[in-house]
């Protein structure tokens, strides 16, 4: 599949713009970003895209940035090079590094090796990497555990690090689910199923100890129900792919199915919450 790739330069330049610009991009169907000097590099499924896909970018309208931005369609097999140029290894909590395989081999407790491709999940991005940390600090031996929206299964595999012995991933985007298959196997992982679809798919199962979803807002609201219909009394529920002031929505959301509020992490304005499924 071909990708559209939206060049943004962002003046003056501003980390906080560019997150705003990531979030609202993503809104629209853009799904893979890399930070750039001048600003972004955005990336959206050719079939999604249109002419006026920017046309409710309301970062494009406000006067205190001057954002310019040229786009042109990319192939697929492009995307290793754009990696290979700005993918550099992160560290969480130096506990864990996220590296690819063109890179050193790491000394953490935790090592992940992957080959992003076009799919969304390096760690880089503050949602990813909060919801590693939340992970880190979870006892997850023999427990069952979903990853909705997997993209490159960097969560799903820290999931198996982290003790999980029965882990389902799920993803719409088809080179998400085939790049996935591919960290799995590249990290000798040999509990994670992964498969083509939505919250739809859910349907088949019950019973998730544990559930990570790092989507977006409106993904989020629609499906905490599907994800409190299939998870366990006492079940965790990890959300990310939000900012602060969305929280409240995100957590009265649970708080209707059934789901109470235990923490969150903040990085940036981006946020990450811990939910519990109360009997």
């Known amino acids: 599949m071909n990708y559209v790739e939206y060049d943004f330069t962002i003046t003056p330049t501003s ?16 799904e893979s970003f890399v930070d750039t000097e001048r600003g972004l590099l955005a990336y959206v499924q050719e079939p999604l895209w249109h002419k006026d896909i920017l046309n409710d970018i ?3 309208q406000n006067s205190d940035y001057h954002i ?5 369609t990319i192939q697929q097999v492009n995307w290793n090079e754009e990696w290979e140029k700005n993918f550099s290894p992160i560290t969480v909590g130096d506990l864990c590094t996220v590296r690819a395989t063109f890179h050193e081999a790491a000394n953490t407790p935790y090592e992940i090796i992957i080959d992003p491709k076009m799919s969304f999940g390096t760690g880089h991005h503050e949602t990813t990497y909060m919801m590693l940390q939340f992970l880190l600090k979870e006892d997850l031996s023999h427990k069952k555990v979903l990853d909705m929206g997997c993209g490159t299964s960097v969560l799903a595999i820290m999931a198996e690090k982290r003790g999980a012995t029965d882990v389902t991933a799920i993803d ?15 990290n000798a992982c040999k509990h994670i199923q992964v498969l083509l679809g939505d919250a739809s798919a859910l349907a088949q199962f019950n019973h998730f100890d544990f559930i990570i ?9 629609s499906d905490i129900p599907l994800y409190s219909n299939v998870l366990a009394d006492e079940g965790i529920l990890l959300l990310s792919g939000f900012y602060e002031s969305d929280m409240p929505a995100i957590v009265e959301k649970a708080k209707e199915c059934g789901l109470s509020f235990v ?3 903040e990085r ?9 499924k109360t009997k």
């Open 15 to 30: 980390e906080t713009a560019a997150e705003i610009l990531v979030a609202e991009l993503a809104e629209v169907g853009f």
């Open 58 to 60: 309301y970062l494009l």
């Open 68 to 72: 310019t931005y040229s786009y042109k």
């Open 172 to 186: 719409i985007d088809e080179w998400c689910v085939e790049n996935s298959a591919e960290n799995i196997a590249r």
């Open 213 to 221: 979803a790092n989507i977006n807002r409106n993904i989020l609201l």
């Open 263 to 265: 923490e969150n992490i």
């Open 268 to 276: 940036n304005n981006w946020v990450a919450v811990k939910l519990k």
